[in-house]
């Protein structure tokens, strides 16, 4: 068996997905030839979070540590070169594929409290091709007795098209951006964008810049989308979008992993319910209560 585990396929018009089970991964999305996502093989385990859903909550937990409903918890420190707890709890873990067609596809896992999260929740996550694009529905429910912290994103990394980073331009509807710590990148405080020079309301080219923070006060249109869009120098490119009051928060990372193959090869784009490190300020955190079920979607599609 793959390392990444079952592969479903999706076909829709000229999209095309992979989505692998470990971790519940989009493995791969072309449009045509083109690829929109930074993908891996088959046969390869997964490199870092590409393509993983994150659950229950995305980010960073500063020492894994929090307090909530009047008790401190350990988490696992999974990032333990910063001493942080990143990403939730389902990224590594394989989920079972629950219905599959041509166009969609819905797995589900059911998370095993413990003694850092004592939460059972039913997850899903619902993958849809269509004209629009890939549809990529994160669902949880609270099947416990008592409230549970809850926060979710996805994990891709979005490819323009020929080049990498440097050569393509981003458009991000943010006004602000969670200045962070330069060693453990825990949050500090929120600035503007014009302060840090990551101002990209109007698109530019990102060049040689470092980008791997969570940016807010987001605009939307009157629907309450909002898009970040990254396009290559022969005007193809990728856009990801989301109602912006489900999602408040966009995490943007430049890839930077010198000496990796994925360096800088795709621009991280990650619609966040919170901002790192909520179990610990509060900020936008979703709690669930007994039997609540909490939704969300983000759509990828071709420029």
Known sequence: MSPSGIQVELRHGPYTAVVAAVGATLRELRHGDRPLVVGFGADEIRPNHRGAVLAPWPNRIEDGTYTFDGEQRQLPLTEPARGNALHGLVTWVRWDVESQSDAEVSL????????????PLDLRVHYALDDAGLHWTVTATNTGDGP????????????????????????????????VTPDRLLPLAVEK???????????????????????????????????????????????????????????????????????RAGLAVEPMTCPPDAFNSGTDLIVLEPGQTHETTWTIAAL
């Open 193 to 263: 964008v014009e302060s840090a020079g990551f101002d990209f309301r109007t698109p530019r080219v990102l060049g040689d810049i470092f980008i791997d923070h969570a940016f807010t006060g987001l605009a939307a249109d009157v629907e309450g989308v909002a898009r970040v869009l990254v396009r290559a120098a022969d005007g193809s490119g990728v856009v990801c979008s989301w109602v912006a009051a489900e999602c408040p928060w966009v995490q943007i990372h430049t890839a930077d992993r010198p000496g990796e193959s994925g360096h």
């Open 108 to 119: 589900v896992h059911r998370l095993v409290p413990f003694t850092g999260y004592p939460h």
């Open 148 to 179: 549970a912290p809850y926060g979710t994103a996805p994990h891709p990394y979005l490819v323009a098209g020929e080049g990498r980073v440097d050569d393509w331009s981003l458009e991000l509807p943010a006004a602000e951006y969670l200045a």
